[in-house]
Antibody, heavy 118, light 108 residues
């Protein structure tokens, strides 16, 4: 069974840091591009960052550039998102999502809540 | 960046009625790489339709997608109780990948 399990969400003060993890199982992790998609509670979906299959290419949404870093460990089947200099507006549920080229997002994790507040 | 605009924002319908949801893109989406997702409260989105009209595995045939270029439609043939949710369209042809703002289908 395909599973994506996020962890690491927490309450953090503005300016703080968090590292999110996404443990993948049930499929060949190294064959998929991986994305972090966030959703402010009650609002829409935004792609925050993505990484290619071997980790040599990454991209970021403008509001997180220079603050967030996406990485992956294909030996451990795990995706990461290092979040620094967190802002109140980063408060959201963060989903780990898999994607193959020419295909849509077909599996999502359950999400992990990041709350940035003083 | 291609902007996806969904309408209406909210659709109030009774069980058994037909639902028609619209997604309009600010520019043509190549190869009709347009997907639809369903999201229920407290859950992650699930894939319903991709390639504008292909149902994902296990999706009932009361869900159908149509359209091309800039105008796309998701139709739910006869609403079942489990269909009340928020629906998002999504373009996945090239970065940035974007989503529409969503249409909430609620019980009338």
């Amino acid at each position: 069974e395909v599973q994506l399990v996020e962890s690491g969400g927490d309450l953090v003060q503005p300016g703080g840091s968090l590292r999110l993890s996404c443990a993948a199982s049930g499929f060949t992790f190294r064959d998929y591009w991986m994305y972090w998609v966030r959703q402010v509670p009650g609002k829409g979906l935004v792609c925050v960052s993505h990484i290619n299959t071997d980790g040599s290419y990454t991209a970021y949404e403008d509001s997180v550039k220079g603050r967030f870093t996406i990485t992956r460990d294909n030996a451990k089947n795990t995706l990461y998102l290092q979040m620094n200099s967190l802002r109140v507006e980063d408060t959201a549920v963060y989903y780990c999502v898999r994607k193959m080229i020419h295909n849509p997002f077909d599996r999502w994790g359950q999400g992990t809540l990041v709350t940035v507040s003083s | 960046e291609i902007v996806l605009t969904q309408s209406p924002g909210t659709l109030s319908l009774s069980p058994g009625e037909r639902a028609t949801l619209s997604c309009r893109a600010s520019q043509s989406i190549s190869r009709n790489y347009l997907a639809w997702y369903q999201q229920k409260p407290g859950q992650a989105p699930t894939l319903l339709i991709y390639g504008a009209f292909t149902r994902a595995t296990g999706i009932p045939d009361r869900f159908s997608g149509s359209g091309s270029g800039t105008d796309f439609t998701l139709t739910i043939g006869r609403l079942e109780p489990e269909d009340y949710a928020v629906y998002y369209c999504h373009k996945y042809d090239s970065s940035p990948l974007t989503f529409g703002g969503g249409t909430k289908v609620e019980i009338k």
